[in-house]
């Protein structure tokens, strides 16, 4: 029977199972790189199904819209762009089905790996500083900061300086820029000599990775914009330098000569220059603010050493440099003082004329001796007249005549004389120089300067004493000879030999000797007084060009002292013994394009005029310059070939022009001498200045005001900063014109460049513009200060761009909160924020601006400032793993939105709040709380009585904080030290308290009395968080044997010590000090059914596990006599022991024998019924469509019933079901066949009957009554009573008794 009951229960298994779910058959994690295109397979569902059913695939979930799945085939497909950045891993439910069974699910995690899809992103740009020209180099300048969403070496950002505006390769080392974006100077600025403004073109790039199957690179690109700020460190700079000026003596004081400009070397600086001269003169004085120098003083060119007087003129600064300094500059001015004739011919007393050097005054009367009736041109003796003319040149010279009384007697030589010369008067008519008719003589010489017509003259009285001869005196053959000696003649040198007086006289009168007159020629000439030889004294003062021509007297005296007189003219001949001399210096000032210069090179030779040695001959040296010139060999006139160009001449040479001339005699042999002719060609603005481009284009975005648009350029070739400094304007005629502004650099010498930017508070509106350009005239001019101005014009295009204008914002806009799992791996992508721009052309950046922590409502400090990392491109990854739900529960990031590229208007979005919730997961395992407490384990405990408590709680929180106990190990150590393990000996059962949870250990099942020793229980904490998590715990349950039952007899009624059992257990753990265990209230045993007392058993534990016995329970509470007094009102009798019968271990094992014995036959008697009952069940379904129709026979009236047993299987004589009490449809097809050969069964009988859980919960499973594999067969047909009470209750309305009846659980069936 055993055997039959098995297979039945197996078919009923069967048929309730049908056909199977399916199940995944695949890996529940998938790595995708983000770059994964569109369309592309990623992975396939994999499905195995038991029963060979065609299966159908879907992905659901919040995720499921990435991915597309062919239902059939499984073969799933990418549908959305993946973002690495927005979302690094996420969840999507696989699921599959039959069609037969429900839809079976399985979560796929979805890991995306990251590629280098992200250029590095500058921060807070535009960059602009301001760097002073002395910031020393090695000095950082400025700081950039470039992000690279990225990860590993993609999201690692070098920089490097691409481009330095002026783009040049010095400029391209002036700057270095550091790993960590420090831009550092890394040369030396210069406001004047360098640019004044630099624009840095600065490159991040990131360190390279995968994207689309290739290694790329992203960077992105800055510019930093420098401008150089000028400081003082400069001194002033004259301009057109040298300064070289004349002007003629005796000019009125203020004349003007020259005037000196000098300007600040610090362009943007400026600084007021004032002018001083520091060599002291009284002869000029300079304006210290406008640089003209002029006279101060009495200008006298014969005052002046070298006819030129030198200043030294500085130009200083008003205010000190930085290094607190003057700054100031010298230059050299050089004024001639040219000659005029302002001076007359003076006669002076000079006893040595070469000697003279005319320092003193003036003599204007004279007195001399001579013989009477001397000879012709005999010159008037001891007179030592000199005349002098300081003026120069041709007004230098003048002439010589007499006047007077005695003019004609006499005359004077020479009578002319270029600036000075000696005097001599000569006798002209000797016959009128007569002693007896006039001993003494006057004449008059004059001096006079034919240049002048005014104040030509001077005038010298010369007074001659005549000296009385002989009658007869030496007389010699003729009255004057003409000798000649050659200069520089060595003493001795004879003259003349044959030169002889005769005399009349006799005797001594006869006797002749020589002497030469006038004394002064003795110097020079002697005499051999015997013979009249005339000899060379001293050959070194024969110097032809100081002196040619020597008059002598040749004196023959007599012995009576009566002379005779020949006059001697001794020519010195010239010997070419002096090179030539040029007269003055020659810096001659021309203006640039001046024809036909023509200058007088003037050169004398103090040989002899006559001579070849005299005759001069000029011819230019070659050189730079020999060819633009010609000279007249004769004049020395040098002539300019054509008109000079400044241009043409060296830079370096600062417009000077040098020729040098070599001015030669003819003489043998040949001296000469070189002179430089200096021209300095005084530059003009003869060249227009030219732009380097006669159109330009440029552009500038709309809305910018003051901003850069570009630069023309322009050069002139004029060589001085006077005349090449170029000024631009724009043409007023240009429409347009007003909004521009254009302001000038000199970069380098004669190039200049034109900065052209809008005016301030100037801005486009590009949409408003008609046309979106602007069409401006730029001129380039130099001026050269007063004269003609010199213009170049160039056309200058300047486009209007469109600028992207708009601020972004966030989409939506407060952001949603999201949830982030607080194991949320590293890099994860755990929101993807979208923001949006009304601009066509945007690239927008997501900023993280501040980061606020809350631990519920309260602040939880910076801990969670690292948490996460806001990609530019709004993907919020994990940026660490310290993610915490314990400590911070929610995290308000505040952001923006910044349109990369936008260009004018405010780029960022408000500042939103994006609010992070932290999900708890389980990280953490459960806790026990320490328990002080000493558990123990009476054997009277009832199943299900708590022995012991064990407290956990878990940090997590919702289900990852929920706890379930269970025992993982009973074990009994005897106090012999035996240990057995022991099987559901105890249970344990979970509460919830206010902060934590409860393990109620409990009895299992009936404990052994007899063991003595303590249970060791290992209780195990798991939390319900996926994965679980656990952790474990042993006390021990000390064991109380029932030797230690306490009995205590009541004289109350049974049911009056149950309702005080309360009151009696307080009072008695108050007198005992122990826990009190309540083991059995029952009537004390009595041979009459009614005794009147009770019995209350009991154990009393301490702590420790100690149980008292009944003596010192007695004791306890014979010593508490306020508990004793309540427990003898509450009928206290006695305190006793409890007999304890000890059971033998054959009665133990016997019991055991007959307990399965038991078991056996009730095994056997159940499956009988079970059959029986089966087989019953199914004929009374049989039968019941005869009870049917009979009962639908009757009317709905009352019927009268007859004999009836209700509960029973009886039915009375009308064949109808007494409970029910109405009539049931007979037309109503139950489908079954009558079988007249059953026995008719009760149709109240109804064996399938369930209680079924609400549908509103479907978790709660359904209690089952009798049957409970009833639902497990095959026909779904309802079953007949039941359709049979439906089909009455639509008819007509149930009774309310009838409802009260059923509804009570005692009618739900009656053959149990």
């Known amino acids: 029977m055993l055997w039959f009951t098995g297979i039945l229960l197996f078919i009923c298994l069967s048929g309730a199972s049908g056909n199977t779910a399916p199940r995944f058959n695949m890996s529940s994690a998938f790595t995708l790189p983000e770059d994964t295109p569109l369309g592309d397979w990623v992975f396939k569902l994999v499905a195995m199904d038991a029963d060979g059913d065609e299966l159908y695939y879907t992905i659901e979930g919040d995720n499921a819209n990435y991915f597309a799945v062919d239902h059939r085939t499984g073969n799933v497909t990418l549908n959305r762009k993946l973002n690495y950045e927005e979302k690094r891993t996420f969840l999507v439910d696989a699921g599959v089905t039959d069609n037969k069974n429900v839809m079976v699910y399985k979560k796929l995690t979805i890991i995306v790996t990251d590629r280098n899809d992200n250029k590095p992103i500058f921060q807070d740009e535009p960059y602009f500083t301001d760097v002073s020209e002395n910031t020393p180099v090695g000095s950082p300048i400025f700081n950039v900061l470039a992000v690279d969403d990225d990860s590993a070496n993609a999201g690692r950002v070098y920089y490097s300086i691409e481009k330095v505006n002026p783009n040049n390769a010095e400029n391209h080392q002036l700057f270095n820029i550091l790993y960590n974006g420090t831009v550092v100077l890394n040369g030396s600025l210069s406001y004047n000599n360098k640019s004044t403004f630099y624009r840095i073109e600065i490159l991040a790039k990131d360190g390279g990775g995968l994207l689309n199957g290739a290694f790329i690179y992203q960077n992105s690109t800055a510019y930093l914009s420098v401008t150089v700020v000028d400081v003082p460190d400069l001194d002033p700079q004259f301009l057109g330098e040298p300064y070289i000026g004349s002007i003629p003596e005796n000019s009125p004081l203020g004349t003007s000569v020259v005037q000196v400009l000098a300007i600040d070397g610090d362009k943007d600086v400026n600084d007021i220059i004032y002018y001083s001269i520091t060599n002291t003169t009284s002869l000029f004085t300079i304006s210290n603010t406008t640089g003209v120098i002029s006279v101060s003083g009495n200008l006298d060119r014969e005052g002046v050493p070298g006819e030129e007087v030198q200043l030294q003129v500085v130009a200083r600064e008003r205010n000190l440099n930085i290094y607190h300094q003057v700054a100031q500059v010298s230059t050299i001015v050089t004024i001639g003082v040219t000659d005029i004739n302002d001076n007359t011919p003076q006669f002076y007393w000079c006893a040595d004329y070469p000697a003279c050097n005319f320092t003193g005054s003036p003599e204007d009367n004279f007195t001399g001796d001579i013989e009477e009736h001397a000879s012709a041109r005999t010159p008037v003796a001891d007179l030592n007249i000199a005349a002098y003319d300081p003026d120069k040149g041709s007004n230098g010279t003048f002439q010589l005549y007499l006047q007077g009384p005695d003019a004609l007697a006499f005359s004077v030589s020479p009578q002319k004389i270029v600036n000075e010369g000696v005097v001599q008067v000569l006798v002209r008519q000797p016959g009128l120089v007569d002693y007896e008719k006039k001993p003494t003589m006057t004449v008059e010489i004059v001096a006079n300067d034919t240049g002048k017509a005014t104040d030509c003259c001077s005038f010298a009285t010369v007074t001659i004493h005549l000296a009385d001869i002989n009658d007869h005196r030496p007389e010699f053959k003729k009255s004057d000879y003409k000798l000649s000696v050659l200069e520089e003649s060595p003493p001795g040198t004879v003259v003349s030999s044959n030169i002889t007086a005769t005399d009349p006289d006799s005797g001594l009168y006869g006797e002749i000797t020589y002497q030469l007159l006038p004394a002064s020629i003795l110097s020079t000439f002697t005499v051999n007084e015997i013979s009249g030889t005339i000899l060379v004294a001293n050959g070194s003062k024969l110097d032809w060009g100081i002196r040619s021509v020597y008059y002598a007297t040749l004196q023959a005296t007599d012995g009576g002292n009566l002379t005779g007189t020949t006059q001697l003219e001794i020519s010195v001949i010239d010997i070419n013994n002096n090179a030539p001399v040029v007269t003055g210096s020659y810096n001659v000032i021309v203006n640039e394009g001046q024809d036909n210069i023509i200058v007088e090179i003037q050169a004398t030779d103090k040989d002899d005029p006559d001579t070849n040695n005299s005759r001069l001959q000029f011819e230019i040296l070659p050189g730079e310059f020999s060819s633009n010139f010609t000279i007249n060999p004769d004049t020395g006139v040098l002539k300019s070939k054509g008109p000079f160009d400044r241009e043409a001449i060296p830079l370096e040479l600062n417009g000077k022009v040098v020729v040098t001339i070599l001015v030669h005699d003819l003489g043998i042999p040949q001296l000469n001498t070189t002179v430089n002719v200096t021209f300095l060609v005084e530059d003009v603005n003869d060249n227009a ?624």
């Open 689 to 1312: 200045p030219r732009f380097n481009s006669s159109f330009y284009e440029f552009s500038v975005q709309e809305g910018l005001s003051g901003v850069f648009v570009g630069s023309v350029e322009a050069t002139d070739a004029d060589q001085t900063d006077i005349n090449n400094r170029i000024s631009f304007l724009i043409v007023e005629s240009s429409v347009g014109s007003n909004n521009f502004l254009i302001n000038s650099i000199c970069q380098t010498f004669g190039s200049c460049q034109g900065n052209l930017r809008l005016g301030p508070g100037v801005e486009f509106d590009y949409d408003r513009m008609q046309p979106k350009f602007f069409n401006l005239t730029v001129q380039a001019e130099n001026s050269d200060f007063g004269g003609h101005v010199d213009v170049d014009t160039a056309v200058v295009i300047v486009n209007v761009l469109d600028v992207n204008d708009e601020s972004p914002s966030l989409v939506p806009s407060p952001p949603q909160s999201i949830e982030v799992l607080e194991n949320a791996t590293l890099n994860e992508v755990v929101a993807v924020l979208e923001a949006t721009d009304v601009d066509t052309n945007h690239s927008l950046l997501f900023q993280e601006l501040a980061v606020i922590c809350f631990k519920g409502s309260a602040s939880a400090g910076n801990v969670c400032q690292k948490w996460f990392r806001l990609e530019s491109n709004g993907s919020l990854l994990v940026n660490s793993t310290e993610i915490d739900y314990e400590v911070c529960d929610l995290v308000e990031l505040s952001l923006r939105v910044k349109d990369e590229i936008t260009e004018m208007g405010d780029p960022y979005s408000k500042n939103e709040t994006l609010k992070i919730l932290i999900v708890d997961v389980n990280d953490n395992p459960p806790v026990f709380l320490n328990s002080t407490g000493t558990f123990v384990a009476i054997p009277d405990y009832p199943v299900g009585f708590q022995v012991a408590v064990v407290m956990a709680k878990d940090d997590d929180s919702g289900v990852n904080s929920v706890i379930s106990f269970k025992l993982s190990r009973v074990v009994f150590i005897s106090d012999t030290g035996l240990e057995r393990d022991y099987e559901n000996l105890f249970k344990v059962q979970t509460t919830v308290e206010e902060d934590f949870y409860a393990g109620s250990i409990q009895v299992a099942s009936n404990l052994d009395g007899s063991l003595k020793g303590r249970y060791q229980v290992t209780v195990e904490a798991k939390d319900h968080g996926i994965p679980p998590l656990n952790s474990s715990e042993s006390l021990d349950i000390f064991t109380v044997d029932q030797t230690y039952r306490v009995k205590l007899e009541f004289s109350a009624t049974l049911k009056e010590v149950q309702d005080n059992s309360n009151a009696i257990e307080i009072a008695l753990r108050t007198a005992t000090n122990s826990a009190v265990y309540i083991s059995a209230i029952k009537e004390a045993s009595s041979n009459f059914r009614a005794s009147g007392k009770t019995v209350m058993e009991a154990y009393f534990i301490y702590k420790n596990g100690t149980a008292l016995g009944d003596e010192l329970v007695t004791k306890f509470i014979q010593n508490s006599p306020e508990q004793l007094k309540q427990l003898l009102g509450m009928g206290l009798l006695l305190i006793g022991p409890v007999d304890v019968t000890e059971p033998s271990r054959d009665n133990m094992l016997l019991g055991v024998i007959a307990g399965l014995a038991g078991c056996v036959l009730l095994l056997f008697l159940i499956m009988i019924l079970t059959v029986i009952g089966m087989k019953k069940s199914y004929t009374r379904k049989l039968k019941s469509l005869k009870s049917l129709k009979v009962a639908s026979t009757f009317s709905a009236t009352p019927m009268q019933q007859g004999p009836a047993i209700p509960g029973t299987n009886q039915y009375n004589k009308e064949g109808a079901n007494p409970v029910l009490g109405f009539t049931l449809d007979p037309i109503m097809d139950l489908g079954f066949e009558e079988n007249p050969s059953f026995e008719v069964a009760s149709l109240n009988s109804l064996d399938e009957n369930m209680v079924d859980a609400s549908e509103s919960d479907p978790a709660t499973p359904a209690v089952k009554h009798h049957k409970e594999d009833a639902q497990c067969q095959p026909n779904d047909r309802e079953e007949p009573l039941k359709a049979a009470l439906e089909s009455h209750k639509k008819a007509k309305p149930k009774p309310e008794g009838l409802n009260r009846i059923a509804n009570k659980p005692i009618l739900n069936t009656t053959d149990v």
